[in-house]
Antibody, heavy 121, light 106 residues
């Protein structure tokens, strides 16, 4: 079965960087990209960006451009998301999702369990 | 920037039909999808490409889209369906989520 397993919770200070991993299994890793979506406490879902597992191409929401880096390691079927210059409003649960694009539709059919990142001094 | 609008809350009695709407410019052309999220859990895809249901999702969940709106319909709503529901669409440059609708089964 398809599984996305994320790294554990982190506590960071303002100005620091965070790095979350997402290890995929149960499918051919390079066949599907991975998106990152976050959810602040009590808030809705927010798409951050995407990485192609095939060639490493990335795309990110304008809000995060210049502050987010996504990479992948095909040998371990793992993708990574680094967010820099953390602020208190970056406190959120960060999810990875398997990215599907079909015709004019794009959706996330499997999700990781989420990683809580708390930014606090 | 593209926006999707959902009602903050919808209430339904057990066994009745719940209808959750999502509106956005030309949303019908974008074949929205829907996610269910229960407290403390990751979102689960319940409808994709406007009206397709992933395997394992009960038949009582259905989606439709037309014009500037998309609709998630839950027929014969059960207590277990109480959750937050999010619509999501793609405008070829970015992925957008609606603000979410809390479904209460009274």
């Amino acid at each position: 079965q398809v599984l996305l397993v994320q790294s554990g919770a982190e506590v960071k200070k303002p100005g620091a960087s965070m790095r979350v991993s997402c290890k995929a299994s149960g499918y051919t890793f390079i066949n599907h990209g991975i998106s990152w979506i976050r959810q602040a406490p009590g808030q809705g879902l927010e798409w951050m960006g995407w990485i192609s597992a095939y060639n490493g191409n990335t795309d990110s929401a304008q809000k995060f451009q210049g502050r987010v880096t996504m990479t992948r390691d095909t040998s371990s079927s793992t993708v990574y998301m680094e967010l820099r210059s953390l602020r208190s409003d970056d406190t959120a649960v960060y999810y990875c999702g398997r990215d599907r694009v079909e015709k004019s539709s794009r959706y996330f059919d499997y999700w990781g369990q989420g990683t809580l990142v708390t930014v606090s001094s | 920037s593209y926006e999707l609008t959902q009602p903050p809350s919808v209430s339904v009695s057990p066994g009745q039909t719940a209808i959750i709407t999502c509106s956005g410019e030309k949303l019908g052309e974008k074949k929205a999808c829907w996610y269910q999220q229960k407290p403390g859990q990751s979102p689960v895809l319940v409808v994709y490409q406007g009206r397709q249901r992933p395997s394992g999702i009960p038949e009582r969940f259905s989606g439709s889209n037309s014009g500037n709106s998309a609709t998630l319909t839950i027929s014969g709503t059960q207590a277990m369906d109480e959750a937050d529901y999010y619509c999501q669409a793609w405008d070829s440059t970015t992925v957008v989520f609606g603000g979410g609708t809390k479904l209460t089964v009274l």
